[in-house]
């Protein structure tokens, strides 16, 4: 319940009209004592060109990344092919420490407006720096729909889904978030706003620290 009222704080302030917005650093929900000490984060893709606008929030075990109004796809007959789907990678490297950690759950926030005949998709994968192995999450959403599209920490992966930095090494995290709108003979829209992360954390023994 918790985390899902954090959602929906960060997600209320940035669906107000802009003109009513305040700092982020007065509305996004104050950091606690986190295990997981977050050292660097750089944005970039073609949702959040150079990070213009890109912003994050640690608290505890959960990382909110807040997305730019970029991070918009959209379709119709006056967009571009390639307006339909845009997307914003998060690398982000922690401080070191005697744990390892994973992705247990996602949640996040958006807006749609979807005319009968469009979809939208929304994607997040995630690998940690020089492993083979790659992790994903994805939701649909059918029209008719002109809402808020979100979803909360309620669905947690399964043990054997989860991705392990590998004890022993630091390895940047590289998280891919994109949001694509399906071909429409109307206008189609969708934005991706906050993605909350949540990690699990295990200790690592006889790693050689």
Same mark, same amino acid.
């Given at each position: ?22 700092? %982020? ?37 959960? %990382? ?146």
């Amino acid at each position: 319940m918790h985390a899902r009222l954090c959602l929906w704080t960060l997600f209320a302030f940035f669906t107000q009209p802009l003109a009513a917005q305040l700092d %982020l650093e007065a509305r996004v929900p104050p950091g606690g004592g986190s295990a997981l000490k977050l050292q660097s984060l750089v944005f970039n893709g073609s949702g959040c060109p150079q990070g213009v606008g890109a912003r994050s929030q640690i608290q505890g075990d959960v %990382l909110w990344l807040i997305f730019p109004n970029e991070l918009t796809a959209e379709s119709g007959p006056d967009s571009a092919p390639s307006q339909r789907r845009k997307n914003c990678i998060a690398t982000l490297r922690f401080a070191p420490s005697l744990q390892s950690y994973a992705i247990e759950s996602l949640a996040f926030g958006a807006l749609a407006s979807l005319p009968a005949d469009a979809d939208a998709k929304l994607n997040v994968s995630w690998f940690h720096e020089g492993q083979g192995q790659t992790a994903s999450f994805a939701e649909t959403l059918e029209g008719p729909w002109n809402d808020e599209w979100y979803a909360d920490f309620s669905q947690p992966f399964r043990p054997s889904e989860l991705l392990w930095k590998p004890c022993g090494l630091e390895r940047a995290l590289n998280i891919n978030s994109s949001v694509l709108v399906s071909d429409s003979a109307y206008d189609a829209r969708a934005q991706l706003r906050v993605l909350g992360v949540r990690f699990k954390r295990k200790n690592c023994l006889n790693t050689g620290y």
